[in-house]
């Protein structure tokens, strides 16, 4: 089991940029692929960004694609989302995920809590 906690998220003016860190728990980070997701008040939570357990393979949101950098340390046992050009759209709450490498919610197993990511316009 890992434990993943999400950080780095707060107000930001459109065209900004913030980093999200997600730490987990345990030794056996490297054993998973990682995911950020986001979810808006409203809407399904929606992949962002994964990245598999070597880093060797990396997918993005076409909504997000060309902004967005996921990366990981495995020695660090974190994973990071730099996140550039933030549009007000893209707020929303923004959670780590472990798993398995695809793009959608059922390919993970274990979520952060998230982390609030507000751009003003």
């Known amino acids: 089991q890992v434990q993943l906690v999400e950080s780095g998220g707060g107000l930001v003016q459109a065209g900004g940029s913030l980093r999200l860190s997600c730490a987990a728990s345990?030794?056996?980070?490297?054993?998973?692929?990682m995911g950020w997701f986001r979810q808006a008040p409203g809407k399904e939570r929606e992949f962002v960004s994964g990245?598999?357990?070597?880093?060797?393979?990396?997918s993005y949101a076409d909504s997000v694609k060309g902004r967005f950098t996921i990366s990981r340390d495995n020695a660090k046992n974190t994973v990071y989302l730099q996140m550039n050009s933030l549009k007000p759209e893209d707020t929303a709450v923004y959670y780590c995920?472990?798993?398995?490498?695809?793009?959608?919610?059922?390919?993970?197993?274990?979520w952060g809590q998230g982390t609030q990511v507000t751009v003003s316009s």
């Open positions: 995920a472990a798993g398995t490498y695809g793009n959608s919610v059922p390919y993970y197993d274990y």
């Open positions: 345990g030794r056996t980070f490297s054993s998973y692929s």
């Open positions: 990245i598999s357990r070597s880093g060797a393979r990396t």
